[in-house]
């Protein structure tokens, strides 16, 4: 029979343009938050992170944004670069007082395309 | 300093034959995570250890799985026997338990195809 695959959403984005790329987390207890870039062939990449008690964090060119109130997590990258094509995961960690504290769940990604 | 150590890095078998897949995690992390990636499912979460005791493994597919952690710098994830559905990426990952968060650090990851 016929495979079917995830069908990751892709955003294509022109250099020099901004990206946005959106996330929906799921367990409002999870206390903090972390994008992965993911580079063909390779494994993910950890590239900025950021707790509950904050609503914006900036990194080199990135920037995460959070709204607890909604449960999203957004990823900016300023004048997006032909290196920025990649697959970009969300992932959300429990409290440590839980026992899942070790675990982290993973979103399932988002494919971001830079054409010239 | 160097990251998580994956081998092999590519790996193709035959059907029925044993896999393992290795894994040196970063000096001095107390976490190890054990995932599989493929098109049909994304990034699993197989088995964890924390100071090289399994914590959760409720993820390990089928008792055709298993991983284990003799010490703090080593893991392996052996497959026995190995079917087709069992080609994927697998990576091992790494981190510290600290109060600020949980940072997973990625190796490169094991390419295997069992034909």
């Known amino acids: 029979g016929e495979s079917v695959g995830l069908h990751l959403p892709t955003l294509s984005v022109q250099e020099g343009d901004n990206s946005i790329i959106n996330c929906a987390y799921s367990?409002?207890?999870?206390?903090?938050f972390i994008w992965y870039k993911q580079e063909s062939g390779k494994g993910p990449q950890f590239i900025i992170d950021?707790?509950?008690?904050?609503d914006k964090r900036q990194g080199q060119r990135v920037t995460v944004l959070l709204n607890k109130t909604v449960k999203h997590l957004s990823l900016q990258i300023a004048a997006t670069q032909p290196g920025d094509s990649a697959v970009y995961f969300c992932?959300?960690?429990?409290?440590?007082?839980?026992?899942?504290?070790?675990?982290?769940?993973f979103g399932a990604g988002t494919q971001v395309v830079v054409t010239p | 300093d160097a990251g998580v150590i994956q081998s092999p890095r590519h790996e193709v078998t035959e059907m029925g034959q044993e896999v393992t897949l290795r894994c040196k995690p970063i000096?001095?992390?107390?976490?190890l995570f054990w995932y599989r990636q493929t098109m049909m499912r994304g990034l699993e979460l197989l088995i964890y250890?924390?100071?090289?005791?399994?914590?959760?493994d409720s993820g390990m597919p089928e008792d055709r799985f298993s991983a284990k952690m003799p010490n703090a710098s080593f893991s392996t994830l052996k497959i026995q026997p190995s079917e087709p559905r069992d080609s994927a990426v697998y990576f091992c990952?790494?981190?510290?338990?600290?109060?600020?968060?949980?940072?997973?650090?990625f190796g490169e990851g094991s390419w295997l195809t069992v034909v």
């Open positions: 367990n409002s207890a999870s206390d903090y």
């Open positions: 000096s001095g992390h107390d976490y």
């Open positions: 250890f924390n100071n090289n005791v399994p914590i959760d």
């Open positions: 950021i707790r509950s008690n904050m």
């Open positions: 992932a959300e960690n429990s409290p440590m007082t839980t026992d899942s504290w070790g675990k982290l769940q």
């Open positions: 990952a790494s981190s510290q338990r600290r109060l600020s968060g949980n940072t997973i650090y």
